[in-house]
């Protein structure tokens, strides 16, 4: 089971990035996958995460109202739009897939994590 985590870079304060999560090796139309990030010397926290209908989302707080969670079924894939980029958002930022199928905010949760893409944000 692999999940390739796409779509980083940088970017100026204000503006929009979409992350992609590509899954192989399994389907994971009925898991809930989430996005967690990690900046330079801080621990890795979570930013958000879809259930496996992709009808049920959470956000952390620091990115409600900017980022949006979605996912595609169909490609095996689940996204992260960006918007509204604050410096504070730069971060290597990395998808990870439950077993289960009810979104959760805990890393612990999670069995598969991608690679992580980096992302960085400049003022």
């Known amino acids: 089971v692999q999940l390739q985590a796409s779509g980083g870079g940088l970017v100026q304060a204000g503006g929009s990035l979409r992350l992609s999560c590509a899954a192989s090796?399994?389907?994971?139309?009925?898991?809930?996958m989430g996005w967690f990030r990690q900046a330079p010397g801080k621990e890795r926290e979570f930013v958000s995460s879809i259930g496996w209908g992709g009808g049920t989302t959470t956000y952390a707080d620091s990115v409600r109202g900017r980022f949006t969670i979605s996912r595609d079924i169909a490609k095996n894939t689940v996204y992260l739009q960006m918007n509204s980029l604050k410096a504070e958002d730069t971060a290597v930022y990395y998808c990870?897939?439950?077993?289960?199928?009810?979104?959760?905010?805990?890393?612990?949760?999670?069995?598969?994590w991608g690679q992580g893409t980096q992302v960085t944000v400049s003022s």
């Open positions: 990870a897939g439950r077993r289960a199928a009810v979104r959760s905010s805990q890393a612990r949760d999670y069995v598969y």
């Open positions: 090796g399994r389907t994971f139309s009925n898991n809930a």
